[in-house]
């Protein structure tokens, strides 16, 4: 497995790069630091505003950079992972996203800091960035590293659930885990009485194909390192995904790709569980 994390010297960024061994054992791992200098990213401009110790300044941003990359990768188990070290001035989650493109990579982690929602939109955060415009599965990490024992998997219809057993088959967990192959089916707030028979006949198809789309979800799942069970619930998928994580130590959910403004008007279950979910979020593409 290829992974890209995304680096920094926050708490998150090192919880992260914890949390990937504790799900996985990556074959081949590239961190990336991106050094952020805003305008002064350009030489010319620094030369043309006369700003004093400019070089200095950039030196000193380039070598942390290059120290938080180091300090990363020596926290990476000794056997078997091949290790990549990117330090280079530039937007970070551009520096990331491009580098995960490149080298074709399974999957990038990435610590996130908490930012609320609004926020996000407005100010940015290389987390955030990362998620709206990867096209590629993204562990987000928020929070202290923990041991993974008990795993959500969060399905909406078959093709999610095609991709997440694809995933899961192609990515064991590097543990044994409890897996809880969960579905939330949207109530339909109908009170129309003339048409109450029809609609509980539809109803009832809709509870069969919940209950038969998680049971064959887990069968495909089943193995002798995992144990799997399946919950169908109705309410608001967000918050029925959000209540049931809390005891939770990973969600598995899908990205149906919403992009920019439509996603943060409109929603997506993915983008929401990423926001108000405690523990770390795997998003498959």
Avoid at 12 to 22: E, L, N, P, V
Avoid at 125 to 145: D, E, F, K, Q
Wanted: hydrophobic share 45%; aromatic share 6%.
């Amino acid at each position: 497995m290829r992974v890209v994390i995304g680096v920094d010297w926050s708490d998150q960024s090192f919880a992260a790069i914890t949390q990937t061994f504790q799900i996985y054992h990556p074959t081949d791992v590239t961190f990336v630091h991106g050094v952020e200098l805003g305008i002064l990213e350009h030489p010319f401009v620094a030369q043309a505003g006369n700003v004093q110790g400019y070089d200095d300044f950039r030196h000193a941003m380039v070598d942390s950079g290059r120290q938080v990359v180091e300090r990363a990768a020596a926290m990476v188990p000794a056997e078997g992972t091949s290790i990549r070290k990117v330090n280079d001035i530039g937007n970070p989650a551009q520096l990331i996203l491009d580098s995960a493109s490149n080298l074709s990579a399974d999957l990038i982690v990435i610590g996130a800091r908490g930012r609320n929602r609004l926020s996000e939109v407005v100010l940015g955060s290389v987390s955030h960035r990362v998620l709206m415009h990867s096209s590629r599965p993204t562990l987000i990490v928020s929070g202290a590293a923990r041991k993974v024992q008990r795993v959500l998997v969060a399905i909406e219809d078959r093709e999610d659930a095609d991709r997440v057993v694809r995933w899961l088959t192609q990515h064991p967990f590097v543990n044994p885990v409890e897996l809880l192959v969960f579905h939330a089916v949207v109530p339909i707030g109908l009170n129309e009485p003339y048409a109450a028979p029809e609609i509980n006949a539809w109803w009832e198809d809709v509870q069969r194909y919940a209950e038969e789309l998680v049971q064959s979800t887990a069968g495909k799942l089943a193995s002798s390192q995992n144990t799997v069970t399946t919950k169908v619930v109705q309410g608001n998928p967000a918050a029925m995904i959000e209540q049931e994580a809390k005891d939770m130590d990973l969600v598995v959910v899908t990205s149906h790709g919403r992009k920019g403004i439509s996603r943060f008007l409109l929603g997506s279950v993915s983008h929401a569980v990423v926001h108000h979910v405690t523990c770390p979020v795997l998003v498959l593409r």
